[in-house]
């Protein structure tokens, strides 16, 4: 078993900036691939950025490409989200998952443990 707890969620105005945290515990946190999700009222959970279990390799979505940074510190054993140039339409509840395929995976069924997230809100 994986505990993840997010943080560092709040409000913000439009091109203003949060960084998000996510705290592992249980499991060796280094032999997890990680990834951040994000879902917005009235819509699906979607892909936002994913970390190899190294560090070594990341992706992003379009969305968010060139905006955002997904890490990691495996001596901390945290996960990281460091959110610039944010828009009203990042608005959300930010989740983090732990995938035990290694490698940074965009579909959320390959994740096998979650946080239970953190409300982002970017006012226009």
């Known amino acids: 078993q994986v505990q993840l707890v997010e943080s560092g969620g709040g409000l913000v105005q439009a091109g203003g900036s949060l960084r998000l945290s996510c705290a592992a515990s249980?499991?060796?946190?280094?032999?997890?691939?990680m990834g951040w999700f994000r879902q917005a009222p009235g819509n699906e959970r979607e892909f936002v950025a994913a970390?190899?279990?190294?560090?070594?390799?990341?992706i992003y979505a379009d969305a968010v490409k060139g905006r955002f940074t997904i890490s990691r510190d495996s001596a901390k054993n945290t996960l990281y989200l460091q959110m610039n140039g944010l828009k009203p339409e990042d608005t959300a509840v930010y989740y983090c998952?732990?995938?035990?395929?290694?490698?940074?995976?965009?579909?959320?069924?390959?994740?096998?443990?979650w946080g239970q997230g953190t409300q982002v809100t970017v006012s226009s």
């Open positions: 249980g499991r060796t946190f280094s032999n997890y691939a």
């Open positions: 998952a732990a995938s035990r395929t290694l490698y940074s995976r965009r579909n959320s069924n390959q994740y096998d443990y």
């Open positions: 970390v190899s279990y190294s560090g070594g390799s990341t």
